[in-house]
């Protein structure tokens, strides 16, 4: 267990072994949940991705071009969960 000092601001810092095991890097953001008992969880915030980073995770992996209607119909299986 990680014991931390509280600040005379309130504010609180993580050791490094501690932000690596929450898999939390420098500029990155904390989530804190907090639950009954005064207790509190902490977990890394993960944000939603952006179109613009799904883009570029599919980037140069295929030379396919495909055009709006297969992208749509593509889509739509994912959401219905069809293959």
Known sequence: MATLTVTAKGQVTFRKDVL???????????????????????????PAGTIKGFVGLLAGRTKKVATIEEINRAA????TGKK
């Open 76 to 79: 739509e299986k994912g959401w």
């Open 20 to 46: 690596q095991h929450l898999g939390i890097k420098p500029g990155e953001k904390i989530e804190l949940d907090l639950l009954p008992d005064g207790r509190g969880m902490l977990k890394a915030a993960r």
